[in-house]
């Protein structure tokens, strides 16, 4: 299998020509990636596939096998989404820039049709499940820019080292065709350039091919540059809980085998004196929840009770699930710490781990926005929209409770010692 530059090194000896061999060697390189980005967001869905507890076997002689899934996964997803995207992000076109009036219209009427504030908040919880967020810029049937999220695990983006920007990018997933009456699953591929975009279909020999349903096949995207952009959550492409799994997924094993405890028959043994009972009586017992055991001289049954301690459990659980939050970076709003001083400089000290966690990603997703629109102009200096790319800011506000009497106390404090515009 060739590496990323051969491959990189190969498409320009070639003259950008996709081969066959080039496209199953990146999905075999990126097959890795793709499985676990998968894995993850069905985790979040808390699908029976993504959950490990959902999974778990036991040994024949366990009576009682509940399985618990404790959905800190998501509760961490959430959380950061919601105190991040909460409030949208406030699009801003420098007011000494050219034009900056036409163009700022211009961005409005793109973020309304596009539903950017909902974009914005999905792209973020993909990035925060799977590492990275993608997103896809296409001309719609009446000539208008758009732009679409795409499952993050279907792009491949080749890059090379010494640059910043992809050179080419792809975008793969299975589609359902039909072949002599019955219906065959093969896998699809989008390849961009920087100019255009060329599609190919496995055959009936899983060999890709140029796909023949396409009216012009390559053709023009209509864009000076990738239009598949890619938002990472953080350099490392890691989700937000990749680093807490190993907890979450302890929590969900002690607490599934304590509620096991309690509901199994072996919670309580039963002992027999002066009889053999054999396993029919056993399970009729285990049924009817009677033994007959004839004369009270003859035999004796009770209850061998095991005795469970409660309290080096509880502080377990308490124990794993502060240590799923610490290692998350998140926060538990249900906690006792957010009923007393809520302050604003204590507000911040409890979400401080929270917020660095978001300062990075923020930083992340600007660089893709900045990317993003620095496509988009290459098609609107086509209509005569002339946007600088680096005229454009993109602000984010925390979704945050206000304390609103603290806020008043400071101001009050500080008149007469500042100026009321400060």
Known sequence: MQTVDELIRGLRQIDEQVTDEILHDLIEEH???????????????????????????????????????????????????????????SYNVDIEAPNAEEVDKAIKRFNLRNNVEDLDSETGKMAAICGMGARLLYI?????????????????????????EPQYAMRYYPVTVQRDGR?????????????????????????????????????????????????PNNAERQGDADKALPLI?????????????????????????????????????????????????????????????????????????????????????????????????AIRFKLMALENKSITTERKFTAALRRQFKVLASAWRKKGILLDYENVWFQFKRNVPINLLDEAQTTAALRGHVSERT
């Open 31 to 89: 097959a890795p990636v793709r499985k676990r980005m998968i894995d993850l967001y069905n985790r979040y869905k808390a699908n029976e596939e993504g959950v490990p507890i959902f999974s778990r076997e036991v040994p024949d002689y366990e009576k009682v096998n509940n399985r618990i899934n404790n959905d800190f996964f998501s509760e961490i997803i959430d959380t950061k989404v919601g105190y991040m995207f909460g409030n949208p992000i």
């Open 140 to 164: 719609d049937k009446e000539g208008e820019e758009r732009v679409m999220n795409v499952n993050p695990w279907e792009c491949i983006f080749i890059a090379d080292r010494s640059l910043d």
């Open 183 to 231: 219906k065959e699953h093969r896998i699809r591929v989008e390849w961009y350039d920087q100019k255009n975009i060329t599609y190919f279909i496995e055959d009936e020999n899983g060999i890709f091919v140029m796909d023949d349903t396409e009216e012009e096949n390559p053709q023009p995207h209509m864009f000076d540059f990738i239009p598949l952009i890619e938002f």
């Open 249 to 345: 997924d302890a929590y969900d094993r002690t607490l599934s085998d304590v509620n096991s405890e309690i509901e199994s028959f072996r919670l309580a043994y039963m002992v027999f004196y002066g009889m053999e009972p054999d396993e029919e009586t056993i399970r009729k017992a285990q049924q009817t929840g009677a033994f007959g055991a004839g004369d009270p001289g003859e035999g004796k049954i009770e209850f061998l009770t095991k005795q469970l301690d409660d309290a080096i459990i509880e502080h377990h659980l308490d124990r794993l699930e502060a240590n799923i939050m610490r290692f998350s970076k998140s926060v538990n709003f249900t906690d006792e710490q957010f009923a007393g001083n809520l302050s604003g400089v």
